[in-house]
């Protein structure tokens, strides 16, 4: 579990994948729950927002769609009914 973070964040940067939420899937996916861990890989790809930093911060279990459409739109996402929909399939 120790080399987890460090791959996500390997594989995170090579792709440019600049969103929390797909870092939190990818987490959820691979049974990281600190959320220490999250936010210093989403600081690591120049993450910007407080309300980013501020959801990412929290535990992996999200469960509020308005905190996951915040992110979104945060995000600058275009449309953010299309992540709410993803991210509540993923069960973030």
């Given at each position: 579990?120790?080399?987890?973070?460090?791959?996500?964040?390997?594989?995170?940067?090579?792709?440019?994948?600049?969103?929390?939420?797909i870092l939190l899937a990818v987490s959820?996916?691979?049974?990281?729950?600190?959320?220490?861990?999250?936010?210093?890989?989403?600081?690591?790809?120049?993450?910007?927002?407080?309300?980013?930093?501020?959801?990412?911060?929290?535990?992996?279990?999200?469960?509020?769609?308005?905190?996951?459409?915040?992110?979104?739109?945060?995000?600058?996402?275009?449309?953010?009914?299309?992540?709410?929909?993803?991210?509540?399939?993923?069960?973030?």
């Amino acid at each position: 579990m120790d080399r987890e973070p460090i791959i996500l964040q390997a594989v995170s940067m090579d792709l440019w994948i600049e969103s929390p939420i797909i870092l939190l899937a990818v987490s959820m996916d691979l049974g990281i729950e600190s959320h220490i861990i999250v936010v210093t890989v989403s600081m690591g790809i120049w993450v910007e927002g407080p309300i980013i930093v501020l959801v990412v911060s929290m535990n992996l279990l999200v469960e509020s769609p308005i905190i996951v459409l915040a992110v979104s739109m945060d995000l600058g996402v275009e449309s953010p009914i299309i992540v709410l929909a993803v991210s509540m399939d993923l069960g973030v």
